[in-house]
């Protein structure tokens, strides 16, 4: 009766994700943007060290190297890391199944 003057919906059957996977995929999604910004500042580095090496003007470019350098270095920490979430992800979904299987069997 509250339901039909309140104008309640009913909840949906499907399976809601649970709070550690939705914090997997806000982690995924926030490193995917880190890797995008990290790959243009690469390219834009390398513009610019090319235009310093064309213009001869080596201090400036050997700069622009060392940046590139450190942004391929943190785009390699941050696979790493990536790898570690896709890892937490696989483990959670084993463990669900397992879970699911357990409570079939019972």
């Not at 499907?14 to 550690?20: E, L, R, V, W, Y």
């Not at 943190?74 to 992800?89: A, F, P, Y």
């Not at 463990?95 to 019972?106: D, F, K, M, T």
Request: include cysteine.
């Amino acid at each position: 009766m509250f339901r039909k003057l309140f104008h309640f919906r009913k909840e949906k059957s499907g399976k809601k994700p649970s709070p550690s996977q939705v914090l997997l995929n806000q982690t995924q999604e926030m490193f995917k943007e880190k890797e995008s910004m990290l790959l243009k500042k690469i390219a834009i580095e390398a513009e610019k060290m090319q235009e310093y090496t064309n213009s001869r003007q080596k201090q400036a470019a050997m700069h622009c190297l060392k940046k590139k350098n450190f942004y391929e270095a943190q785009l390699q920490k941050l696979g790493k890391h990536q790898s570690c979430i896709d890892n937490q992800e696989k483990i959670l979904h084993q463990y669900r199944q397992q879970q699911s299987r357990e409570q079939a069997a019972q």
